[in-house]
């Protein structure tokens, strides 16, 4: 009898432990690129590495409008070692259909002078209503790298409900 008890429990905490498994499947969301599409507000903070080896505290807040396709056009205020100026960015976005994903933008100054290129890796949560992101490479227009310590967060300008 405690043998028959013995098994019948272990077998009832396998189905459970499978069972309990399995749950989070049936309720997986699938992202896709045109459900992150929309208007979107972000900042960003860190520092970056200079190849002299300085580093410089960097701060930006923004927004952009990615389009169903992944193409993003916006603008962003940003203090470099607290020096302020305004920027545009243009690039692409890919969301795979676990909510990651990875952006490219390239940022250019008022005159319209290609500053850098960005590029992040990101994950989206709160249903596709926000993202955070480390940045991953920034290169400048002569081919300098910078060494990035920086992580921004995304909240989308209206939730998907009520775009």
């Known amino acids: 009898m405690k043998q028959t008890n013995r098994n019948l ?3 009832l905490a396998i189905v459970t432990f499978f069972g309990m498994s399995m749950v989070p499947l049936a309720h997986a969301r699938i992202c896709s690129q ?3 599409a929309g208007r979107w507000a ?3 903070t860190g520092s970056v590495i200079l190849p002299t080896g300085g580093v410089v505290p960097v701060m930006q807040v923004g927004t952009f409008r990615e389009d169903r396709e992944g193409n993003i056009k916006g603008g962003q205020t940003r203090s470099l070692g607290g020096s302020v100026a305004k ?6 976005a890919t969301i795979n259909p676990d909510c990651t994903g990875t952006a ?3 940022v250019y100054d ?3 002078a290609l500053v850098r290129t960005t590029s992040v890796d990101f994950v ?4 596709g209503n926000h993202a955070r992101s480390i940045v991953t490479a ?6 300098t790298r910078l060494a990035p310590l920086l992580t921004l967060d995304y909240r989308r300008v209206f939730s998907k409900g009520s775009n």
């Open 42 to 44: 972000f900042t960003v």
């Open 124 to 127: 989206l949560d709160d249903d």
């Open 9 to 11: 429990l272990s077998l």
């Open 138 to 143: 920034i290169v400048l227009p002569d081919g």
């Open 104 to 106: 490219t933008t390239a």
């Open 34 to 36: 045109a459900g992150s």
């Open 110 to 112: 008022d005159s319209g």
């Open 87 to 92: 920027e545009t960015l243009t690039g692409t």
